[in-house]
């Protein structure tokens, strides 16, 4: 089991921008792929981005594409999601997952493929 803490959520108007970052311990972090989940009010938790470990493979929820990007720091253990141009819709609760196997080829957006999920962090955007 991997333990992630998030940061960098918080208040942003339309069209700024915020940076989330997650730490991981626990276990080989250059061997799993990461990625971000979201979850608004009342909405069930959907898929943003996700980003392999073998060859960084990115993939991305349609509505985010050239939005925002999804990294890794491997030296450091740490994910990253830029996200710029926010919009109100992307009012969430962002959590930062990792998956639950090793060196897997590309990248899921299945959340049960998850194995480890951080305590999530507050993005508003106001309009």
């Known amino acids: 089991q991997v333990q992630l803490v998030e940061s960098g959520g918080g208040l942003v108007q339309a069209g700024g921008y915020l940076s989330l970052s997650c730490t991981a311990s626990?276990?080989?972090?250059?061997?799993?792929?990461m990625g971000w989940f979201r979850q608004a009010p009342g909405k069930e938790r959907e898929f943003v981005a996700a980003?392999?470990?073998?060859?960084?493979?990115?993939n991305y929820k349609d509505s985010v594409k050239g939005r925002f990007t999804i990294s890794r720091d491997n030296a450091k253990n740490t994910a990253y999601l830029q996200m710029n141009s926010l919009k109100p819709e992307d009012t969430a609760v962002y959590y930062c997952?990792?998956?639950?196997?090793?060196?897997?080829?590309?990248?899921?957006?299945?959340?049960?493929?998850?194995?480890?999920w951080g305590q999530g962090t507050q993005v508003t955007v106001s309009s």
């Open positions: 997952v990792a998956d639950r196997f090793k060196n897997r080829i590309g990248t899921t957006t299945n959340d049960a493929d998850f194995g480890s």
């Open positions: 626990g276990r080989t972090f250059s061997s799993y792929g």
């Open positions: 980003i392999s470990g073998i060859g960084g493979r990115t």
